[in-house]
């Protein structure tokens, strides 16, 4: 490993149920966060039969926001604010979930039918600890207000933070940056420097940076300042991602806070149904025993 790469996560498998399958890259046990960013799933693909269709029922969050961002298909989100919004490919569903929110994630009722289709990137960025408190809020970006460039075989979409000189109009709490990159074979790009915690992950293809070659669910992470170029070995699709680190974090099922204290009181609040409920939605998935 060269002295740019200071750690390098492998995505691992979870199945979901019912064959869904998400490549798990954070947190891991020595690295829970890459700046603000603690959770990172890779959804799919899933092309799942007619008539089927994903169901998230109803559970809670505090302490962070989350991120949707979908390649293919759409998912209609609730939450507990009443926000009820489908989400398409090259949107973006944040939500921040503060003090307390619940939400559910399922497919509409028309690409159930047809059987859906989707793939995407699940992510949570943890809020400040002056934050971890707020009032909870759901703020839904749609792809055309995203900034985005094209040339010398690059296609940038900045999701959030400033990037390549464009600026997204995502809010966040902290520097965070998170982009969405598809390079042609041999194509040139080099990592933001402004950023102290700094990764991408290869949703497809292959790049080579540093020295190294990083393929499909691999998420290398670099060292603060180190000039990394990433040149794509054949056409690939990168999210490259971070910011600057918040400090230690407790995570927990779906709780995040600065205090282990927290996260407890956040379990006997969903335990005993404390959580404002997700208008419309009936179930909701129990706390889990461990």
């Known amino acids: 490993m060269s002295d740019a790469v200071i750690d390098i996560l492998q995505g691992r498998t979870r199945d979901l149920?019912?064959?869904?399958?998400?490549?798990?890259?954070?947190?891991?046990?020595h690295r829970l966060m890459v700046g603000p960013f603690i959770f990172f799933d890779h959804m799919g693909p899933w092309n799942l039969?007619?008539?089927?269709?994903?169901?998230?029922?109803?559970?809670?969050?505090?302490?962070?926001?989350?991120?949707?961002?979908?390649?293919?298909?759409?998912?209609?989100?609730?939450d507990s604010l009443g926000s009820v919004q489908t989400i398409v490919p090259g949107d973006v569903n944040w939500m921040t979930a503060g003090r307390g929110i619940a939400h559910s994630e399922r497919s509409p009722a028309d690409e159930r039918a047809a059987g859906p289709q989707v793939h995407g990137i699940q992510s949570w960025v943890a809020l400040p600890e002056a934050d971890e408190?707020?009032?909870?809020?759901?703020?839904?970006?749609?792809?055309a207000t995203l900034p985005r460039s094209a040339g010398d075989g690059v296609r940038l979409c900045v999701i959030a933070g400033e990037a390549y000189g464009l600026r997204s109009p995502v809010a966040t709490h902290s520097p965070t940056f998170y982009v969405e990159a598809h390079?042609?074979?041999?194509?040139?790009?080099?990592?933001?420097?402004?950023?102290?915690?700094?990764?991408?992950?290869?949703v497809d293809g292959s790049v080579s940076a540093a020295g190294q070659s990083f393929t499909e669910g691999m998420l290398p992470v670099f060292a603060a300042g180190a000039e990394v170029e990433i040149v794509a070995d054949r056409d690939t699709h990168l999210m490259l991602l971070g910011g600057e680190p918040l400090g230690a974090r407790t995570v927990w099922w779906n709780f995040v806070s600065s205090r282990p204290e927290r996260i407890e009181q956040a379990k006997a609040d969903w335990l005993a149904?404390?959580?404002?409920?997700?208008?419309?939605?009936?179930?909701f998935i129990p706390l889990p025993e461990r």
């Open 17 to 29: 149920g019912g064959g869904e399958i998400v490549r798990r890259v954070l947190p891991v046990a």
């Open 49 to 78: 039969a007619p008539g089927r269709g994903v169901d998230v029922r109803p559970h809670p969050h505090i302490g962070l926001s989350t991120v949707t961002y979908l390649f293919e298909g759409r998912i209609d989100h609730r």
């Open 133 to 143: 408190e707020c009032e909870p809020a759901f703020i839904h970006y749609p792809g």
């Open 183 to 202: 390079l042609a074979a041999g194509a040139r790009l080099t990592l933001p420097t402004q950023y102290s915690e700094r990764a991408l992950y290869v």
């Open 273 to 283: 149904q404390r959580f404002a409920a997700v208008p419309g939605e009936t179930e």
